[in-house]
Nanobody
Framework: QVQLVESGGGLVQTGGSLRLSCAASGRSFRDYPMGWFRQAPGKEREFVATTRWIGGAAYQKWYTNSVKGRFTISRDAAENTVSLQMNNLKPDDTAVYYC?????????????????????WGQGTQVTVSS
């Protein structure tokens, strides 16, 4: 049974940093996309960032525009994990953050931000940024 377990959420002031981690179990996702979505209160779930394996230990990374330059997604294939380093956090970043993984290798850019492209979801971790 596949499980994705997030950790690292919490409360931080504007301009602060947090690092989210997600550990996958039940199968290896080395060759498969893993990423992050988030959902703020009263809003739809939205794409944050994702990774696509391009060979060896290399991954292509995609971000939503609002987090480019502030968030960095990374993979550890050996540990079967994906992380999200979040810097210069803003109140608009307040949300529940979900780790996601896909069982389809061939993720393309036009599908990367679509929640339907991901088969596995974590339970979510709360990130709150105070002003």
């Amino acid at each position: 049974q596949v499980q994705l377990v997030e950790s690292g959420g919490g409360l931080v002031q504007t301009g602060g940093s947090l690092r989210l981690s997600c550990a996958a179990s039940g199968r290896s996702f080395r060759d498969y996309p893993m990423g992050w979505f988030r959902q703020a209160p009263g809003k739809e779930r939205e794409f944050v960032a994702t990774t696509r394996w391009i060979g060896g230990a290399a991954y292509q990374k995609w971000y939503t525009n609002s987090v480019k330059g502030r968030f960095t997604i990374s993979r550890d294939a050996a540990e079967n994990t994906v992380s999200l380093q979040m810097n210069n956090l803003k109140p608009d970043d307040t949300a529940v953050y979900y780790c996601v993984a896909s069982s389809t290798r061939g993720l393309i850019l036009s599908s990367a931000s679509n929640s339907g492209s991901y088969d596995y979801w974590g339970q979510g971790t709360q990130v709150t940024v105070s002003s």
